[in-house]
């Protein structure tokens, strides 16, 4: 089992930048899939920002260009640098690791961009 701890949200102003971290308690090598999620007020959970295990990436339509995913193996870590933060990023920024059909959810991490 797999526990994930996100760190690094804020109050930021538009524009502005944020890191967000997301520390595994093990290894996840291994792990097929790595991924943030935003969930703004009110509406459903959707995927921001992806990285399988050979680096590619993929991104939602609207953060290609602003945000950037990442991963260090080595530090069991995954980030999100977020750029030019628009006041619609604001919500909650959750990380996923993903071994085959299982998949590890962590307890969520605030966003909130002001205009």
């Known amino acids: 089992q797999v526990q994930l701890m996100e760190s690094g949200g804020g109050l930021v102003q538009a524009g502005g930048s944020l890191r967000l971290s997301c520390a595994a308690s093990?290894?996840?090598?291994?792990?097929?899939?790595r991924a943030w999620y935003h969930q703004a007020p009110g509406k459903q959970r959707d995927l921001v920002a992806g990285?399988?295990?050979?680096?590619?990436?993929t991104y939602a339509d609207s953060v290609k260009g602003r945000f950037t995913i990442s991963t260090d193996n080595a530090k069991n870590t995954v980030y999100l640098q977020m750029n030019n933060l628009k006041p619609e990023d604001t919500g909650v920024y959750y990380c996923?690791?993903?071994?085959?059909?299982?998949?590890?959810w962590g307890q969520g991490t605030q966003v909130t961009v002001s205009s």
């Open positions: 996923a690791v993903f071994f085959g059909q299982e998949v590890y």
């Open positions: 093990g290894s996840i090598f291994s792990a097929n899939d």
């Open positions: 990285i399988i295990r050979d680096g590619t990436t």
